[in-house]
């Protein structure tokens, strides 16, 4: 469970709190108290109004609609939706607007995230009323005991066990949820107000925790010449983590408070007797009590391998002042209510880096911080929703069926436990199978990083195993309670990592999570190992990993149940060619030689998951689409792809533009349907409320992956039910834009042009006119004033175009570095088709939303972000330009993002060389010759009109709406206009004199363009009609191209 609000901000908002306001409400809710015994036998419906009325009016404040006096009421029975029919078992008003919702369940609806026997659980369904209530943000569930509250994300919440509740309780259940907090939005200024604590505490910490191990690191290396250097980094590591423990435990109640302190004060007592006894052999006195136990210190056995013997570390030789001061500085943060193990896991997470630095200077290495362990090795830190979404949705769904398998899905209190019923004897009997089949679970996180997705597992099978205990002691079990937490980090959890440091980090947030007072650290060197998980042969690197060799007992029972992760993005290009060639050697079915790393993941994992068993990862959803994805497509189609949650260009990931998607598979052969939904907004991602669709996996072609309706695919086999590709009716294809290599160079405008000709008449031949992806539309094109100078391959310039020579021995530095030049450092790179670049063509823009087709009959030279046709025609430019070409290109083509909603589309050269063309005799291109003029020419006149009206404003710039001033009425131009010019009229005469001034001619020319615009759209259709009829589309299917 994840806390909505920070502890130490929570109780600054509690102490400002009317203590005898919260003094009177807690009379009334001891008699709230009083019944818990007969709520506990009441159904839903039999209380739901008196619990409104014994918690939300008698306690919080809130005044009902059934006994407001004068029509003014705070919380309403049964409130409709504002958008559908549904309605919410209660609501909270402010100001007459639905601020929170409420859901009750009655004290049988034991987890408020279980479904039961109803289509949702009580939190879906709670989500699922906010939705429809504009201004509500709060949510409030209960089953009359149990009462969360979220604000706006199922994610996390603030939980109240009401029948527990004590007086400090309430104070926390008042502050949050009366009326005069809610009235005055408090909940979410104590949330802004966490948020805000978390980041500066985290930064801070950040800042002292690497300082400390700085100046550490920097004080072992003096002191101790003679050792290895990078042994001395990593023994520098070991020692801070420790030290990172015993802060962790003397604000936890793991070790006596204030140890830092007392480690401090025994040194400087012992010195007295021992002048040779260092803090650090203080320090050393305590890692052995900590690893041992010791009485006398008050100190209980945490023997996990952290405190073990480590002979290296404990001959080294370090200052008193660097463990004095800096430890002091750490020990000043309250690790028990401030820094929480998720802190400490991002903390870890960026420091990874660091130590990579570090390791690279002392190897004298050059080291890319843009290739740092985070980039280089593909680690990104994985949010909390994500890694709760796939565990939930692999070892869930496990726990889930396994549950119904045994028909311990729900569990009944027992009438007799000394006589339980045959049934009753076998529930019994099944909740302790399953209690076994829980700790024989094997789950594996391959690239486990610092432990993002095994704390997640750790934590639903803590949440899972207390669930069960509360089932067995409903059954009469005396002994229903047992230790969970060393059971499962020595059953459950395994994983593997490529980055040492990592598997450091790992195992000690798994051991800050589970420690316990008097109980020893569980031993996990054998469960997160240090290796690479894809190679299994030494001769190819030493870090080889051989999993049947490392984890004999899981292979011994058919492999994980549960493999889950974040696996590394490393672009192929940053794997050497050696390991490139092992993976296409053990991996066959997903390996290509230009497949990134996270690809082979996929495969390694699918062999490792026993049968049945689930595998839920994150990565880049490129797969679905690139090349390198086919054999990958091809490959994961044969099992159970149960879920494809696609996040397209949303930032999840705050260091990478990812573009990540879950992926849930079960190794199961042969299901048809996946459930697959397109993400559309970070607010969606985070409100862990995904409702997808079905789709059937025999519509998903190798090639590509698009995810469609029947009536979508029919529409896309139309198109594509064509033998002529685009090559072969151009007879050339699609070709790239000139890439120059260093654009501030070879890009000039009108007037560095005017200058290169005024010295060099000569010159003007090799410079030639250009368009960018802004200068051109479908049917007009605005030369923008910008040239390319244009050198060719191998021309020697500096005798014959001294104008060209002159002005780029400025940049001759900067020429000489690019990779791709040609013969001389002034010259453009080897390029075969300068010749067609200036015959007709199509042009556009690669990457769009609107892609427009134009066709050009001037020769324009065409920069990098734009791609060119040749040999094209009208009738082609008529297709490209089409509704149906604008529909089929977002299925047919990679999109960034939701290409329905905005996501950009790059009709890539390769793929549009295969586009699929219907072929026509000439005669009936007559048609689309005569309309492609046609919107030439209004196009023309348009842009014109407009060009003309623009230029009588006399603004350098135009906003938005004046440039499209034919949309505006006279007065909103006026009204614009005056705004533009920060003009303010003297009088009303001069306001009336200036509005007669323009009026003439602002409608003149708003009728012209209006005109031309009617046109356009008009021809535009027929345009339309012709391709819907061309390509064989029924009504429907017009229907639903026009529709997008």
């Given at each position: 469970?994840?806390?909505?609000?920070?502890?130490?901000?929570?109780?600054?908002?509690i102490?400002?709190?009317d203590?005898?306001?919260?003094?009177n409400?807690?009379?009334?809710?001891?008699?709230?108290?009083?019944?818990k015994?007969?709520?506990?036998?009441?159904?839903?419906?039999d209380?739901?109004d008196g619990?409104?009325?014994?918690?939300?009016?008698?306690c919080?404040g809130?005044i009902?609609?059934t006994?407001?006096s004068?029509?003014?009421?705070?919380?309403e029975r049964?409130?409709?939706?504002?958008t559908?029919a549904?309605k919410a078992d209660?609501?909270?008003?402010v100001?007459?607007?639905?601020?929170?919702?409420?859901?009750?369940?009655?004290?049988?609806t034991k987890?408020l995230?279980?479904?039961?026997?109803?289509?949702?659980?009580?939190?879906?369904?709670?989500?699922?009323?906010?939705?429809?209530?504009?201004?509500a943000?709060y949510?409030i569930?209960?089953?009359?005991?149990?009462?969360?509250?979220?604000f706006?994300?199922?994610?996390?919440?603030?939980?109240?066990?009401?029948?527990d509740?004590d007086?400090?309780?309430?104070k926390?259940?008042?502050?949050?949820?009366?009326?005069?907090?809610?009235?005055?939005?408090?909940?979410?200024?104590?949330k802004?107000?966490?948020?805000?604590?978390e980041?500066?505490?985290?930064?801070?910490l950040?800042k002292?925790?690497?300082?400390f191990?700085?100046?550490?690191?920097?004080?072992?290396?003096?002191n101790n010449?003679?050792?290895?250097?990078?042994?001395?980094l990593?023994a520098t590591?070991?020692?801070?983590?420790?030290?990172?423990?015993?802060?962790?435990g003397e604000?936890?109640?793991?070790?006596p408070?204030?140890?830092?302190?007392?480690i401090?004060q025994?040194?400087k007592?012992?010195?007295k007797?021992?002048?040779?006894?260092?803090?650090?052999?203080s320090?050393?006195?305590?890692?052995?009590a900590?690893?041992?136990?010791?009485?006398?210190?008050?100190?209980?056995m945490?023997?996990g391998?952290?405190f073990?013997?480590?002979?290296?570390?404990?001959?080294?030789?370090?200052?008193d002042e660097?463990?004095?001061a800096r430890?002091?500085i750490?020990?000043?943060?309250?690790?028990?209510s401030?820094?929480?193990v998720?802190i400490l896991g991002?903390?870890f997470?960026n420091?990874?880096?660091?130590?990579e630095e570090i390791?690279?200077?002392?190897l004298?290495?050059?080291?890319?911080?843009?290739?740092?362990?985070?980039?280089?090795?593909?680690?990104?830190?994985?949010p909390a929703?994500i890694?709760?979404?796939?565990?939930?949705?692999t070892?869930?769904k496990?726990?889930?069926?396994?549950r119904?398998?045994?028909?311990?899905?729900?569990?009944e209190v027992?009438?007799?436990?000394?006589?339980?019923?045959?049934?009753?004897?076998?529930?019994?009997?099944?909740?302790?199978?399953?209690k076994?089949?829980?700790?024989?679970l094997?789950?594996l996180?391959?690239a486990?990083?610092?432990?993002?997705?095994?704390?997640?597992?750790?934590?639903?099978?803590?949440k899972?195993h207390?669930?069960?205990?509360?089932d067995?002691?409903?059954?009469?079990?005396?002994?229903?309670?047992?230790?969970?937490e060393?059971?499962?980090?020595?059953?459950?959890?395994?994983?593997?990592?490529?980055?040492?440091?990592a598997v450091?980090i790992?195992?000690?947030?798994?051991?800050?999570?589970?420690?316990?007072?008097?109980?020893?650290?569980?031993?996990?060197a054998?469960?997160?190992?240090?290796?690479?998980?894809?190679?299994?042969?030494?001769?190819v690197?030493?870090?080889a990993?051989?999993?049947?060799?490392?984890f004999?007992?899981?292979?011994?029972?058919?492999?994980f149940?549960?493999?889950?992760?974040?696996?590394?993005?490393?672009?192929?290009?940053?794997i050497?060619?050696?390991?490139?060639?092992?993976?296409?050697?053990?991996?066959?079915?997903?390996?290509?030689?230009?497949?990134?790393?996270?690809?082979?993941?996929y495969?390694?994992?699918?062999?490792?998951l026993?049968?049945?068993?689930?595998?839920?990862?994150?990565?880049p959803?490129k797969?679905m689409e690139?090349k390198?994805?086919m054999?990958l497509?091809?490959?994961?189609k044969?099992?159970?792809i149960?879920?494809?949650?696609?996040?397209?260009?949303l930032?999840?990931?705050?260091?990478?533009?990812?573009?990540?998607?879950i992926v849930?598979i079960?190794?199961?052969?042969?299901f048809?349907?996946?459930?697959?939904l397109m993400?559309?907004?970070?607010e969606?991602?985070q409100a862990?409320?995904?409702?997808?669709?079905?789709?059937?996996?025999?519509?998903?072609?190798?090639?590509?992956?698009?995810?469609?309706?029947?009536?979508?695919?029919s529409?896309?086999?139309?198109?594509?039910?064509?033998?002529?590709?685009?090559?072969?009716?151009?007879?050339?294809?699609?070709?790239?834009?000139?890439?120059?290599?260093l654009?501030e160079?070879?890009?000039?405008?009108?007037?560095?042009?005017?200058?290169?000709v005024?010295?060099?008449k000569?010159s003007?031949k090799?410079?030639?006119k250009?368009?960018?992806?802004d200068?051109?539309?479908?049917?007009?094109l605005?030369?923008s004033g910008?040239?390319?100078?244009a050198?060719?391959?191998?021309?020697?310039?500096e005798?014959?175009?001294?104008?060209?020579y002159?002005?780029l021995?400025?940049?001759r530095d900067?020429?000489?570095?690019?990779?791709?030049k040609?013969k001389?450092?002034?010259?453009?790179?080897?390029?075969?088709?300068y010749?067609k670049l200036e015959?007709?063509?199509?042009?556009y823009?690669?990457?769009?939303?609107?892609?427009?087709?134009?066709?050009?009959t001037?020769?324009?030279y065409?920069s990098?972000?734009?791609?060119?046709?040749?040999?094209?025609?009208?009738?082609?430019?008529?297709v490209?330009?089409s509704?149906?070409?604008?529909f089929?290109k977002?299925y047919?083509?990679?999109?960034?993002?939701?290409?329905?909603?905005?996501g950009?589309?790059?009709?890539d050269?390769?793929?549009?060389?295969?586009?699929?063309?219907?072929?026509?005799a000439?005669?009936?291109?007559?048609?689309?010759i005569?309309k492609a003029?046609e919107?030439f020419?209004?196009?023309?006149q348009f842009?014109?009109?407009?060009q003309?009206?623009?230029?009588e404003?006399?603004?350098?710039?135009l906003?938005k709406?004046l440039q499209n001033?034919?949309?505006l009425?006279?007065?909103?131009f006026?009204?614009?206009?005056?705004?533009a010019?920060?003009?303010?009229?003297?009088?009303?005469l001069?306001?009336?004199?200036?509005?007669?001034?323009?009026?003439?001619?602002?409608?003149n020319?708003?009728?012209?363009?209006?005109?031309?615009?009617?046109?356009?759209?008009?021809?535009?259709?027929?345009?339309d009609?012709?391709?819907?009829?061309?390509?064989g589309?029924?009504?429907?299917?017009?229907?639903?191209v026009?529709?997008?």
């Amino acid at each position: 469970m994840q806390q909505l609000f920070g502890q130490k901000v929570l109780n600054e908002f509690i102490e400002k709190q009317d203590e005898k306001l919260i003094e009177n409400r807690w009379q009334k809710f001891k008699t709230f108290l009083a019944k818990k015994e007969k709520i506990a036998s009441w159904i839903e419906t039999d209380y739901q109004d008196g619990f409104l009325e014994d918690i939300f009016e008698n306690c919080l404040g809130y005044i009902s609609k059934t006994r407001s006096s004068d029509e003014h009421y705070t919380l309403e029975r049964e409130k409709k939706n504002e958008t559908n029919a549904q309605k919410a078992d209660g609501a909270l008003l402010v100001d007459d607007k639905v601020v929170a919702v409420i859901e009750l369940k009655d004290l049988k609806t034991k987890d408020l995230e279980k479904k039961y026997n109803r289509e949702e659980s009580a939190v879906r369904q709670a989500f699922g009323y906010l939705q429809h209530n504009n201004h509500a943000k709060y949510v409030i569930i209960s089953n009359f005991n149990e009462l969360r509250f979220y604000f706006d994300k199922a994610t996390a919440y603030e939980r109240f066990f009401l029948f527990d509740l004590d007086y400090e309780g309430f104070k926390k259940l008042h502050t949050i949820l009366s009326y005069e907090s809610i009235s005055k939005n408090i909940p979410h200024a104590i949330k802004e107000k966490s948020l805000n604590f978390e980041q500066d505490i985290s930064n801070k910490l950040y800042k002292d925790y690497t300082a400390f191990r700085s100046h550490l690191f920097e004080n072992i290396l003096n002191n101790n010449p003679h050792a290895d250097k990078l042994e001395l980094l990593n023994a520098t590591q070991k020692l801070i983590d420790r030290i990172v423990f015993i802060l962790f435990g003397e604000d936890t109640d793991l070790l006596p408070k204030n140890t830092i302190g007392t480690i401090i004060q025994r040194q400087k007592e012992v010195k007295k007797l021992v002048k040779t006894f260092t803090l650090y052999d203080s320090y050393k006195v305590y890692f052995k009590a900590i690893n041992a136990g010791d009485e006398d210190l008050d100190i209980t056995m945490y023997n996990g391998g952290l405190f073990a013997h480590d002979a290296f570390l404990d001959a080294l030789v370090i200052d008193d002042e660097v463990l004095d001061a800096r430890a002091k500085i750490l020990s000043a943060y309250n690790f028990g209510s401030d820094i929480s193990v998720n802190i400490l896991g991002h903390i870890f997470e960026n420091s990874i880096s660091e130590l990579e630095e570090i390791s690279a200077q002392l190897l004298e290495n050059d080291f890319d911080k843009k290739q740092s362990k985070r980039k280089k090795d593909g680690v990104f830190y994985t949010p909390a929703y994500i890694t709760e979404y796939i565990v939930q949705n692999t070892l869930g769904k496990l726990c889930e069926a396994k549950r119904q398998e045994l028909n311990i899905a729900e569990v009944e209190v027992i009438i007799n436990p000394k006589k339980p019923t045959k049934k009753e004897q076998e529930t019994k009997e099944n909740l302790l199978a399953y209690k076994a089949w829980l700790f024989d679970l094997k789950i594996l996180d391959p690239a486990c990083g610092s432990g993002a997705f095994l704390n997640q597992a750790l934590e639903y099978l803590l949440k899972e195993h207390k669930r069960l205990q509360n089932d067995l002691a409903l059954m009469g079990d005396l002994f229903a309670s047992y230790e969970v937490e060393k059971e499962v980090l020595e059953h459950n959890l395994y994983g593997v990592d490529i980055n040492e440091g990592a598997v450091e980090i790992a195992r000690l947030s798994l051991w800050l999570r589970t420690a316990k007072r008097g109980r020893p650290l569980t031993k996990l060197a054998n469960k997160i190992k240090v290796g690479n998980s894809l190679i299994d042969d030494k001769t190819v690197v030493t870090n080889a990993f051989d999993w049947h060799a490392e984890f004999p007992e899981v292979f011994a029972q058919g492999g994980f149940d549960v493999v889950i992760g974040n696996p590394p993005y490393v672009r192929q290009e940053m794997i050497d060619s050696d390991i490139k060639e092992k993976y296409m050697l053990m991996y066959p079915h997903v390996a290509t030689s230009t497949a990134d790393l996270y690809v082979y993941f996929y495969e390694h994992s699918m062999k490792c998951l026993s049968e049945k068993g689930l595998l839920g990862f994150i990565t880049p959803n490129k797969w679905m689409e690139r090349k390198y994805g086919m054999k990958l497509r091809s490959y994961l189609k044969e099992f159970n792809i149960q879920k494809i949650i696609n996040y397209g260009e949303l930032n999840i990931f705050e260091d990478a533009s990812t573009e990540p998607a879950i992926v849930i598979i079960k190794n199961q052969k042969n299901f048809s349907d996946i459930a697959y939904l397109m993400v559309k907004s970070l607010e969606e991602a985070q409100a862990f409320d995904y409702k997808t669709s079905l789709y059937k996996k025999s519509d998903l072609s190798d090639e590509i992956w698009k995810f469609t309706n029947p009536l979508v695919s029919s529409i896309l086999n139309k198109f594509k039910n064509v033998n002529t590709t685009l090559h072969e009716y151009t007879n050339g294809g699609v070709y790239y834009g000139i890439k120059t290599g260093l654009n501030e160079a070879f890009i000039i405008d009108k007037t560095k042009y005017s200058e290169i000709v005024t010295q060099d008449k000569a010159s003007e031949k090799l410079l030639k006119k250009m368009v960018e992806g802004d200068d051109f539309g479908k049917w007009y094109l605005n030369h923008s004033g910008r040239y390319m100078v244009a050198t060719g391959y191998d021309l020697e310039i500096e005798n014959d175009y001294k104008g060209i020579y002159n002005y780029l021995e400025q940049y001759r530095d900067k020429l000489i570095k690019r990779q791709d030049k040609g013969k001389n450092y002034w010259n453009l790179r080897a390029c075969d088709y300068y010749d067609k670049l200036e015959q007709s063509k199509l042009i556009y823009y690669h990457t769009a939303l609107n892609h427009g087709f134009y066709f050009d009959t001037e020769g324009y030279y065409i920069s990098a972000n734009c791609y060119f046709i040749a040999n094209a025609d009208k009738y082609l430019q008529c297709v490209l330009n089409s509704k149906l070409f604008h529909f089929v290109k977002k299925y047919l083509f990679p999109s960034f993002g939701d290409s329905e909603k905005g996501g950009r589309v790059r009709l890539d050269a390769n793929k549009m060389n295969t586009l699929p063309i219907q072929k026509i005799a000439e005669s009936e291109k007559d048609f689309y010759i005569q309309k492609a003029d046609e919107m030439f020419l209004l196009n023309k006149q348009f842009q014109e009109t407009k060009q003309n009206f623009h230029n009588e404003l006399g603004l350098e710039k135009l906003t938005k709406k004046l440039q499209n001033f034919e949309e505006l009425t006279f007065e909103e131009f006026i009204t614009e206009y005056t705004k533009a010019l920060k003009l303010k009229f003297a009088d009303k005469l001069a306001e009336r004199n200036f509005k007669q001034e323009w009026q003439a001619l602002f409608e003149n020319d708003k009728t012209l363009a209006c005109g031309y615009k009617a046109e356009i759209e008009k021809t535009d259709k027929e345009i339309d009609k012709m391709v819907y009829e061309l390509y064989g589309l029924s009504d429907d299917e017009i229907k639903i191209v026009e529709s997008r």
